[in-house]
């Protein structure tokens, strides 16, 4: 059983930052791609950034330079550095695992960035 746990949302002022992290449990991790993607009201969810199990990185347009994406493999846990939010990085952030072609998903966590 695959289960994914994030952490690390909450409320901050615009220019502040947030890590989240997300530890995984069950046969998933260390091989698998590891993403976190949000979703605002209204909006469909969308990824925010990812990386493989090599390390390599990519990140949505939005986000360059403000957000870093890594993972921990001892750990068996993705963290999500967010620096100089916006108000409109506030969403709900899900963590995500993807397995044999199969999205596993966390259950969020709120991100509110208040102007």
């Known amino acids: 059983q695959v289960q994914l746990v994030e952490s690390g949302g909450g409320l901050v002022q615009a220019g502040g930052s947030l890590r989240l992290s997300c530890a995984a449990s069950?046969?998933?991790?260390?091989?698998?791609?590891m993403g976190w993607y949000c979703q605002a009201p209204g909006k469909q969810r969308a990824l925010v950034a990812g990386i493989t199990s090599g390390g390599n990185t990519n990140y949505a347009d939005s986000v360059k330079g403000r957000f870093f994406i890594s993972r921990d493999n001892a750990k068996n846990t993705v963290y999500l550095q967010m620096n100089s939010l916006k108000p409109e990085d506030t969403a709900v952030y899900y963590c995500?695992?993807?397995?044999?072609?199969?999205?596993?998903w966390g259950q969020g966590t709120q991100v509110t960035v208040s102007s």
């Open positions: 069950g046969s998933i991790f260390s091989d698998n791609f």
């Open positions: 995500a695992a993807v397995k044999s072609g199969s999205f596993f």
